[in-house]
């Protein structure tokens, strides 16, 4: 589950699908909450959608795109508190929880850390199939979060398996780096 986190608008999308299997879009929406409700009461409701989403579609994984300063501080802080929401119902949920930030997620859907917005969205309908890109952007930026875990966090985790394995069977660390090899 890709969650692209915002106050207002909070992008929740699940894709389907794995290594060297293709992908399926299966759910993708936009949690809104309006402006002039008290900022406790718009992080109730997006806690409250998050939970639906997880008790609805049962993810396996959380995907987050991870906040970092913006120019607007109150945008970022609603952003970081609609993100550690994200992170506790995963959390409660017992799922992995990985952070993205936004040139991991542009670069894996796009192929460049500084795609625009709509190469993102045109790369996301091409990768699902879709006859154009979800709409808002918070949507498709959901559902690209989710594409990025599901090639970028399987191949972290794959090497991390790996890296446990080796110190399981040979009680050291793997190298990390051709020079760790020559030593």
């Known amino acids: 589950m890709g969650v692209d986190p915002g106050l ?17 879009l299966v759910a993708v929406g936009v949690i809104r909450t309006p402006a002039d409700l008290d900022t406790s009461r718009r992080l109730l409701r997006i806690h409250d959608g998050l939970e639906e989403w ?17 120019h607007n501080r109150s ?27 936004p040139s991991e997620v542009k670069a894996a859907i796009s192929g460049s850390g500084r795609a625009d917005k709509a190469q993102v969205g045109l790369m996301v309908a091409r990768v699902l199939r879709l006859k154009e890109a979800p709409k808002p952007a918070d949507a498709a930026d959901a559902v690209a979060l989710a594409i990025c875990q599901i090639w970028r966090g399987s191949a972290d985790q794959r090497l991390q398996d790996a890296a446990a394995a080796q110190r399981a069977a040979t009680g050291r660390r793997p190298p990390r780096s051709w020079k760790d090899l020559a030593r």
């Open 8 to 24: 207002t608008r909070c992008g929740v999308a699940l894709v389907e699908g794995g290594y060297g299997r293709p992908l399926e």
């Open 54 to 70: 997880c008790t609805t579609y049962h993810p396996d994984q959380v995907a987050i795109e991870r906040v970092f300063a913006q």
């Open 75 to 101: 945008t970022v802080a609603g952003t970081a508190q609609a993100a550690g929401l994200a992170m506790v119902v995963g959390a409660r949920h017992g799922l992995p929880v990985a952070l993205h930030t």
